[in-house]
């Protein structure tokens, strides 16, 4: 039986993303890590690079959007571990940059509720039945303060621009993590959600001023380690709660 705490992440195919980070900080710190893409290839040349900082990681194939790929990938963590410790919703779109209400091509906002709030919805029914067979599951979905009213510089009440499609998804997201929450309370599983902050994930984000990968992952990995007393059911960035 594997003794490390094993943690499963959606979304790493790129060495500039807060998945990556967040599997090499939690690989760091002892974790048996799971990093998943769409692309497998993507996944798996990532998680070669970090066994060769001598990172205990593995790959696996997961599109979030496909029924077919999430039931096959929980059934082969099902079949080589037999349990999953930590699940970490962190795959997600933002394709829809210039989107207003009122211009909104409703297909495309369609597609994005399917990535960012079905998708690890789906993820999250999956691996349930693993993550009831860990001591102390937890499961982090990766959200933002766009999903919420009060954020100073992003929330609904703030932000002047519009992203809409993008800021509704993780509004929704951020609901879905309180009703897990409330469900799962029986079962020991915290379920929380967490803004990583502005990060730079992508070129020219840093001039904007956004904050280094490290620092976002950092956010995530504080939620994916909580002790078995720790919070559920809340939104954080930098393990403090914030109100949404
Ligand atoms: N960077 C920020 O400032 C910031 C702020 C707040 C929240 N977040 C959230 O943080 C998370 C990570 O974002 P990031 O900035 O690190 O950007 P990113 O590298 O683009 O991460 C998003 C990941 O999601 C994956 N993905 C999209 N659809 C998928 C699907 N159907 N199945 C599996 N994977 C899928 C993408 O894979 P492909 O390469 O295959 O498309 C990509 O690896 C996202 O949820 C984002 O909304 C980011």
């Given at each position: 039986?594997?003794?490390?705490?094993?943690v499963l992440i959606?979304?790493?195919?790129?060495?500039?993303g807060?998945g990556?980070e967040?599997?090499?900080?939690?690989?760091g710190?002892?974790?048996k890590?799971?990093?998943?893409?769409?692309?497998?290839k993507?996944?798996?040349?990532?998680?070669?690079?970090?066994q060769?900082e001598?990172?205990?990681?593995?790959?696996m194939?997961?599109?979030i959007?496909?029924?077919e790929s999430?039931?096959?990938?929980?059934?082969?963590?099902?079949g080589?571990?037999g349990?999953?410790?930590?699940?970490?919703?962190?795959?997600g779109?933002?394709t829809?940059?210039t989107?207003?209400?009122?211009?909104?091509?409703l297909?495309?906002?369609?597609?994005?509720f399917?990535?960012?709030?079905l998708?690890?919805?789906?993820?999250?029914?999956?691996?349930?039945?693993?993550?009831?067979?860990?001591?102390?599951?937890?499961?982090?979905?990766?959200t933002?303060?766009?999903?919420?009213?009060d954020?100073?510089?992003?929330?609904f009440?703030h932000?002047?621009?519009?992203?809409?499609?993008?800021?509704l998804?993780?509004?929704?997201?951020?609901?879905?993590t309180?009703?897990?929450?409330?469900?799962l309370k029986?079962?020991r599983?915290?379920?929380?959600a967490?803004?990583?902050?502005f990060?730079?994930?992508?070129?020219?984000?840093k001039?904007?001023?956004a904050?280094?990968?490290?620092?976002?992952?950092?956010?995530?990995?504080?939620?994916?380690?909580?002790?078995?007393?720790?919070?559920?059911?809340?939104?954080?960035?930098?393990?403090?709660?914030?109100?949404?």
């Amino acid at each position: 039986m594997e003794s490390r705490n094993i943690v499963l992440i959606t979304g790493v195919s790129r060495k500039e993303g807060l998945g990556y980070e967040t599997a090499r900080q939690l690989a760091g710190d002892g974790y048996k890590v799971i990093i998943t893409a769409r692309d497998y290839k993507k996944a798996e040349a990532l998680a070669t690079g970090l066994q060769q900082e001598n990172l205990d990681v593995l790959s696996m194939g997961l599109d979030i959007s496909n029924a077919e790929s999430v039931a096959q990938c929980a059934q082969e963590v099902a079949g080589r571990f037999g349990r999953l410790d930590v699940l970490i919703n962190n795959a997600g779109v933002m394709t829809d940059l210039t989107s207003s209400v009122v211009t909104a091509d409703l297909d495309v906002v369609w597609s994005n509720f399917d990535s960012n709030l079905l998708g690890p919805w789906r993820v999250t029914q999956s691996f349930l039945p693993l993550l009831k067979k860990s001591h102390q599951p937890r499961i982090v979905n990766v959200t933002s303060g766009m999903g919420t009213y009060d954020d100073p510089v992003f929330g609904f009440n703030h932000f002047p621009g519009v992203l809409s499609t993008y800021a509704l998804t993780k509004l929704a997201f951020n609901a879905l993590t309180v009703k897990a929450a409330k469900e799962l309370k029986d079962e020991r599983i915290l379920v929380n959600a967490v803004c990583p902050g502005f990060t730079a994930t992508y070129d020219g984000l840093k001039e904007q001023g956004a904050r280094p990968v490290q620092d976002g992952a950092k956010s995530i990995v504080w939620a994916a380690t909580l002790p078995a007393d720790g919070p559920t059911g809340g939104f954080f960035r930098d393990g403090i709660a914030l109100p949404w």
